[in-house]
């Protein structure tokens, strides 16, 4: 079971690949450590402070742990020592099973693994843009919301690349994958100043924690409650992955790259519901909840946009999927 986080990738049956090691070790996140039961009973605790805080302010707080590769299609590796009933979202799950904020994604892919689409890119960390939509009518129906009726009919585009995984290989495989247009009724109406002055460099792609922006909706039929989300790549300030299909859903979005979670700005912005999203991997740092989304604009971060400075080195497993690569 051990092995030493330098050894990144594993390669799967039929080209799959999965992230193992890294920064985060996630392979080692599968075994029931003393300090891995301290870590997620921590996750226990702040859940339950986030969602009664949020009460108190007249807000519903959700919390979805997307899963990692391995904790979905365990069937796709071959000969990996691991558990994956010890999967940490599996274990949150078990822990929070009568608690309504907390959206259980791992046992409903798991279900639906063997459908007729992955749910995930072979060689990539990330879902797909199939796991994306999966997750979102999931977090749909604990919101009490309903889809829109035509998303399912958007024009649809493919992308073929190197992929985050496949990028770690000599051979460097390339996979081709469909998305949607997303960006139809809603319209990006603020964009922080990380997030202008990265784009204005052509850097995108390199932008991750801080990014802020927000989305309206004016679509008469649609749903009219505001939502903040917290999140990561996996959610993306693009309109491209969550953050886009959510937009496309609500009256307004507003999505902040941060797993600490900035109340002040959530008091004062009064959402209707509250949403946080983070990769299964990151469950290996409990945030503290004192992020500042408005002092993190400003300074060496906003600096860092600089078009001759070194690009910022993503977390393992956070480089931004369904951007064309010249985003």
């Known amino acids: 079971m051990r092995r030493r986080h330098r050894e990144i990738v594993h390669v799967g049956r039929d080209g799959w690949l999965f992230l193992i090691g890294g920064t985060n070790g996630v392979l080692e996140q599968y075994r029931a450590t003393l300090s891995r039961w301290w870590r997620l009973r921590g996750w226990v605790k702040l859940i339950e402070t986030r969602a009664a805080r949020a009460q108190a302010l007249g807000i519903r707080y959700l919390h979805v ?74 977090l749909m129906r604990a919101c009490g919301a309903v889809p829109p009726a035509d998303l399912d009919a958007r024009q ?60 309206r909706n004016d679509r008469p039929d649609i749903d009219p409650r505001t939502l903040v989300l917290f999140g990561d790549s996996y959610a993306h300030f693009a309109p491209i992955m969550l953050t886009g299909i ?42 503290d909840d004192t992020f500042d989304i408005a002092t993190y604009q400003t300074g060496e971060h906003l600096a860092a946009a600089d078009p001759v400075a070194p690009p910022v080195q993503a977390p393992e497993g956070e480089t931004p999927e369904g951007l064309p690569v010249q985003a």
């Open 65 to 138: 742990v997307v899963p990692e590769k391995l904790s979905v299609y365990d069937d796709r590796t071959v000969d990996l020592r691991y558990d994956p009933r010890q999967s940490p979202a599996r274990v949150l799950g078990r822990r929070l099973i009568n608690n309504p904020a907390y959206v259980d994604l791992l046992s409903p892919m798991r279900a639906a693994r063997d459908g007729p689409v992955p749910l995930y890119y072979r060689t990539d960390t990330h879902w797909n843009y199939e796991g994306c939509r999966f997750a979102y009518r999931e």
């Open 156 to 215: 649809r585009y493919e992308t073929t690349r190197v992929r985050d995984l496949g990028e770690k290989l000599p051979d460097k495989p390339v996979e081709t994958a469909s998305h949607a247009v997303l960006d139809r009724d809603a319209q990006r109406v603020y964009a922080s100043p990380l997030v202008a002055a990265y784009e204005a460099a052509g850097r995108a792609p390199d932008l991750h924690v801080g990014a802020h922006v927000c989305f």
């Open 246 to 287: 959510l937009a496309e859903s609500f009256r307004e979005v507003h999505f902040v790259w941060s797993s600490s979670i900035d109340w002040a700005y959530v008091e004062r912005v009064k959402p209707d519901l509250l949403l946080f999203e983070m990769a299964e991997r990151f469950v290996t740092r409990l945030p």
